[in-house]
């Protein structure tokens, strides 16, 4: 288990692998999404089917260990434990956050996709944390972004297109959009 989550993180986060690593217990993904962060390869799981720990437990460990939790955890297969953990770090100034937080906007879970797209509003501000990070991981990943592009449009066009009657009314669209936008202005 240690190896996935080694490769789920950068190499600086190995310190804390192995409290992680009893996260995700005997998980052994059978998907994964290759993205690029700061230039290292780093393979966050597709879908975690273990049971989740109890946030109290996640409370006890060190802070970075607490933190690649929270990410790890938003890649669990029930919507609940996703929203929960996406709350934990949503505000995060870590570049290895942004695509846990990125992959949740081609998701079918509409209150997710509305707090990602609420808890990203500050990509558009010059000079913010938010933009830094985000519009980075966003260029370091073409492919990464336009399968969640892809995957927003899918979940949008099968189950909110009553609610948003068109794909750019969709907030996951409009958040992807916004990112796109932002990466092609600022370079």
């Known amino acids: 288990m ?16 192995a409290q992680v690593a009893e996260v995700l217990n005997d998980q052994h993904p059978r998907r994964w999404r290759e993205v690029f962060v700061d230039g290292e390869l780093l393979r966050i799981p597709d879908r975690i089917y273990e049971s989740a720990p109890p946030m109290e437990l996640i409370a006890t460990y060190e802070a970075d260990a607490r933190l690649m939790a929270h990410c790890a955890l938003t890649r669990h297969h029930d919507g609940f434990v996703r929203q929960a953990h996406l709350q934990q770090i949503i505000d995060v100034d870590r570049s290895w956050v942004a695509p846990y937080v990125l992959a949740l906007l081609g998701e079918y879970v ?37 399968l969640n592009r892809q995957r927003a449009m899918s979940y949008w066009d099968c189950y909110h297109r009553g609610r948003y009657r068109t794909f750019a009314d969709y907030p996951a669209a ?9 990466s092609s202005e600022s370079g």
């Open 110 to 146: 509409l209150e997710i996709v509305h707090d990602v797209h609420a808890g990203l509003r500050e990509v558009a501000a010059p000079g913010s944390w938010q933009r830094a990070r985000y519009v980075r991981c966003a260029r370091e990943n073409p492919g990464f972004m336009e």
């Open 2 to 17: 240690t190896d996935v989550v080694q490769q789920a993180f950068p190499a600086s986060m190995n310190p804390a692998v």
């Open 174 to 182: 409009q958040t992807l959009e916004m990112l796109q936008e932002v």
